[in-house]
């Protein structure tokens, strides 16, 4: 029998990737594309523009959707496209698409002897794009929170207290400044459900993992919140994409995809979701509680399935949809990757030595500190950024640096997960930085557990995949649970274990130990941001 293949695109804040994946084979092909260096004329650093002050950090969705259309070209022409009989898309949450009344047409009469974004110039009614690193709307938010009776109400609403990265605050500044752009546009996607729009020729959906981002739904009905929606921007319910809580197939690849990219006609598409969302299937973590798993990504994410909603008081962390219709937790770090590459960068070190200084180094780093803050952070919230040393560590120190910021990292993560419920069993790893063996054991001295990581990396786009497969096969009657595709897809990915020694574990968590001290130091950190 021939073969059948499911493709995930994960559209991440600096590239694209595709990943291809066999029932049988796992995943196949990958294949990536890194904005910086394919699209010079747009100008990104690391896939971004900074705009007119430093906070506001954009991208613009032409180049988006050169991405998508070259990826697809790759793919074609390595002759994977036609065996390919289900796809979807994974992308950075919360950024923000804005299209007027030409999109929808637009999409219809697409050439197929020319590309996406030769086409599809003139659908936006704004040019650029914010995205999740924007940090420029903390007004907005304080408006939003006023509006809709203060930081809890917003929280058991919507999942997170208003939050300046999220569409709902995001497009009340749009409306604020421009309101005669606001009037034109007439609808507003999410990254993910613009990306799918493209491969299914029309509006799509936003599903709950991306939906649920936005400071915007009612996240135990499932629906926009009425209440949300007025405090945002006026008439935007009729803005919005359908939102859906279960994942599910929003239709088949267009005409055009058929003819440009050599797909078959029956293809189908999955809704898109975050990459976060997406990760959590990636990771084989649907509906297993207990598991934590951590993306060190441009930014770190900790996060994780979470079945019951449950009545906790918190202002930090968010809730998202899972793809099954229930939950997942989310806490995320603005100062991932960068943080690290910024410290790496400065002494000159490579990513192993980085890694060796991990491991030849003393757990506590002598009671060491450092609060690495290169960029605004958003856990905890510091408006302004700024590299803090504690405990007589001085800049002129490589060890202790790269230590100081891998636990840094580490015992934020553990501090600000801490309302999720239990403590997990154990941590899995995905994400550029899961490759750094120091970077993980970090990680498990801190948690106290045993940390996996896997060989695929990219867990957003094997996840897109894994969820396009579970789509595209209960569509078929075969009802396929979760768990049967993680047993054949994610599993025997497993690349490294590690385990932390108890006596490491001691000096984080003793009652005086290193994350009451460090706490103690993001406490007047944030005091003074
Ligand atoms: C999550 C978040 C980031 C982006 C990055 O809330 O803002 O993880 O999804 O792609």
Not at 54 to 76: H, S
Not at 92 to 112: C, I, M, P, W
Not at 115 to 142: A, G, N
Not at 331 to 347: P, Q
Request: charged residues 20%; hydrophobic residues 40%.
């Amino acid at each position: 029998m021939k073969q059948e293949y499911f493709l995930g695109l994960d559209l991440s804040t600096q590239g694209i990737t595709a990943l291809v994946i066999s029932l049988s084979g796992g995943a196949t092909h990958t294949f990536s594309i890194s904005f910086d260096d394919a699209y010079p004329a747009y100008h990104t650093k690391g896939g971004v523009l900074i705009g007119e002050t430093p906070t506001e950090v954009l991208a613009d969705p032409r180049m988006w959707a050169q991405a998508l259309d070259d990826i697809l070209i790759l793919l074609k022409d390595k002759r994977l496209t036609a065996s390919i009989r289900a796809l979807g898309v994974s992308a950075q949450q919360h950024g923000t698409v804005y299209l007027n009344r030409a999109f929808e047409e637009r999409l219809k009469g697409l050439d197929s002897a020319l590309p996406y974004d030769r086409q599809i110039q003139h659908v936006f009614s704004r040019d650029l794009s914010p995205v999740w690193m924007d940090s420029s709307t903390q007004e907005e938010c304080h408006e939003i929170t006023h509006a809709m009776g203060g930081h809890k109400e917003v929280v058991r609403l919507t999942g997170s207290i208003a939050t300046e990265r999220f569409a709902g605050p995001q497009i009340r500044k749009f409306w604020k400044r421009h309101p005669e752009k606001y009037e034109k546009t007439v609808h507003v996607s999410l990254v993910s459900s613009f990306l799918t729009s493209l491969l299914i020729g029309r509006l799509a959906p936003v599903d709950a993992g991306d939906g649920f981002g936005t400071n915007m739904a009612d996240i135990r009905s499932g629906n926009w919140s009425a209440n949300a929606l007025a405090a945002a921007a006026p008439g935007l319910r009729n803005r919005l994409p359908r939102l859906l809580v279960k994942e599910g197939l929003v239709g088949r690849v267009s005409t055009y995809v058929v003819q440009r990219f050599g797909f078959r006609p029956d293809t189908v598409v999955v809704i898109g979701s975050g990459d976060n969302p997406c990760s959590l299937v990636g990771l084989g973590l649907m509906q297993v509680p207990g598991i934590h798993a951590i993306s060190l990504g441009t930014s770190d994410t900790y996060f994780g399935y979470m079945k019951e909603l449950e009545e906790i008081e918190r202002l930090e962390g968010h809730i998202f949809g899972a793809a099954d219709g229930r939950f997942m937790f989310l806490v995320c770090f603005k100062n991932g990757s960068l943080a690290r590459e910024a410290v790496k960068n400065g002494y000159g070190l490579s990513w192993n030595d980085f890694s060796r200084i991990l491991l030849e180094t003393a757990p506590g780093n002598q009671g060491r500190m450092m609060l690495p803050y290169f960029l605004p952070e958003v856990t905890p919230l510091i408006m302004k950024p700024g590299i803090r040393r504690f405990g007589g560590l001085t800049a002129e120190e490589v060890r202790g640096n790269v230590r100081a910021v891998a636990e840094a990292q580490a015992m934020a993560m553990y501090l600000h997960s801490g309302w999720t419920g239990p403590r997990p069993q154990s941590i899995l790893v995905t994400a550029g930085g899961s490759e750094n063996r120091g970077i993980l054991t970090v990680i498990s001295q801190v948690f106290g557990v045993e940390v996996r990581s896997f060989e695929v990396k990219e867990s957003a786009a094997l996840g897109a995949a894994i969820r396009a497969a579970h789509a595209f096969l209960n569509a078929q009657g075969k009802s396929v649970e979760w768990s049967d595709l993680f047993e054949s897809l994610v599993r025997p990915n497993v690349k490294e274990i590690i385990q932390p020694s108890t006596e490491a574990v001691e000096i984080y968590q003793a009652p005086n130990g290193l994350l009451s001290l460090y706490q103690a130091c993001e406490r007047f950190a944030s005091f003074f941001s």
